[in-house]
């Protein structure tokens, strides 16, 4: 790895994680995104102002067009210096790049700036209610009136909707059409009449997931990404990116998650239990093994042919999340039935619990990998 360019990273990150930052470290994340998100966002613009967001853009576009090995540093060591998750990651890490490789320069100008330093925030409309894991089955509608697209319809589990400035928005376009044919990627302002934004409550009793209504809301015409009729296309470029030098990142936080649960599991005496200690080791063999089938994807991604590897990586890292947040349970024993402070104040192993279910679920469901994984890459016949 560049190890200058580690020490750089890891310098600017002890310089700066001080003063009213320094209560930042931690913040935010899944089931935590109502955390300090004033703080985080002020955050965000001074990662903006220092050149530390959108690491692997055109320089032309801000970026420093850093190679795939230093945005791996990047991740890792912001991850080891328990940074505040980031709250424009949506706008630098999906849309950003599909805007790079699909906008026209005009649509480039507008709305790059303003993603890397953190002055606008972006959420993802894809999902509805009888279009999750289909993507292909989107209902939600547009029509070009004039100089305008007029969108109706509904998304679901649209992530931070409600603190969004912008949706990049998948919709369909040419009435009569079917499945992937006929869609049209839009980018549409969220404040404005005709988008109403509802709050989900999940377990964790949070709501960073909501559900969005579009109901005559409006977008220049000009706000299509890529050709109109073309969204199937720029829409799976954008799935493409969502996946990619932040893995290894992710499994720095995995760890330290880890050592919380071992840890809880000595303080109640759980860890005297042989058949947990069991679990607990082999939890410990799959995260190394997580992070060798990350690197694996690195190399794939560096080659410019993100393969299967990429679907594996997030089956495995999802269910692995997933039976982390049962051992924590079985660590904590009774204190895992009972709230940290009224009325629902969870603990962290608690909340790492109820939210992991949705791991499995989001960005891809396990049997939709699992797809994937068969026919792609085993050759198998379609179900």
């Known amino acids: 790895m560049d190890t200058g360019f580690r020490a750089?990273?890891?310098?600017w990150l002890e310089a700066n994680l001080t003063g009213e930052f320094a209560e930042a470290r931690g913040l935010g994340g899944p089931g935590r995104e109502h955390e300090g998100f004033d703080l985080r966002r002020a955050w965000e613009r001074r990662l903006g102002e220092a050149g530390w967001?959108?690491?692997?853009?055109?320089?032309?576009?801000?970026?420093?067009?850093?190679t795939l090995e230093q945005q791996v540093v990047f991740h890792e060591e912001y991850a080891r210096a328990n940074a505040p998750h980031r709250v424009g990651h949506i706008g630098e890490g999906l849309i950003g790049p599909t805007i790079v490789d699909f906008g026209t320069e005009e649509q480039r100008r507008r709305f790059l700036p303003p993603i890397r330093y953190g002055d606008e925030l972006w959420c993802q409309g894809y999902s509805e209610p009888e279009a999750g894991s289909d993507l292909a089955n989107v209902q939600t509608r547009a029509e070009r009136r004039g100089g305008e697209w007029v969108i109706t319809g509904q998304k679901v589990w649209t992530s931070l909707a409600h603190l969004a400035d912008w949706c990049f928005v998948l919709c369909r376009t040419e009435p009569g059409s079917r499945r992937h044919h006929g869609l049209s990627y839009l980018l549409v302002p969220m404040r404005q009449p005709g988008v109403e934004v509802r709050p989900i409550v999940q377990l964790t009793g949070t709501s960073e997931f909501n559900e969005v209504f579009f109901d005559g809301a409006r977008t220049d015409a000009t706000n299509v990404l890529g050709a109109p009729g073309d969204g199937w296309r720029v829409a799976l470029a954008t799935l493409g990116y969502e996946r990619g030098a932040s893995?290894?990142?992710q499994q720095i936080g995995f760890r330290r998650e880890f050592e919380e649960v071992v840890a809880a599991?000595?303080?109640?005496?759980?860890?005297?239990d042989p058949v947990l200690r069991?679990?607990?080791?082999?939890s410990w063999i799959e995260l190394e093994i997580m992070r060798l089938n990350a690197l694996r994807t690195m190399s794939s991604l560096a080659a410019g042919e993100?393969?299967?590897?990429v679907s594996i990586a997030k089956l495995y890292w999802s269910e692995w999340h997933r039976r982390l947040g049962e051992l924590a349970v079985a660590a904590l024993g009774d204190e895992a039935l009972v709230a940290d402070a009224g009325p629902y104040e969870l603990s962290e192993l608690q909340r790492l619990y109820l939210f992991s279910r949705a791991d499995t679920i989001y960005a891809g469901s396990s049997e939709i990998?699992?797809?994937?994984i068969a026919e792609r890459t085993l050759g198998l016949p379609r179900a």
């Not at 599991?265 to 005297?272: D, H, K, L, N, Y």
């Not at 069991?278 to 082999?282: A, W």
């Not at 993100?306 to 590897?309: F, K, L, V």
């Open 278 to 282: 069991d679990r607990l080791v082999r």
């Open 8 to 11: 750089e990273v890891r310098g």
């Open 53 to 66: 967001t959108c690491l692997g853009w055109p320089k032309a576009y801000g970026g420093r067009e850093a």
């Open 369 to 372: 990998q699992r797809n994937i």
């Open 265 to 272: 599991a000595r303080r109640t005496g759980a860890a005297e």
């Open 247 to 249: 893995t290894l990142g």
């Open 306 to 309: 993100p393969g299967p590897e």
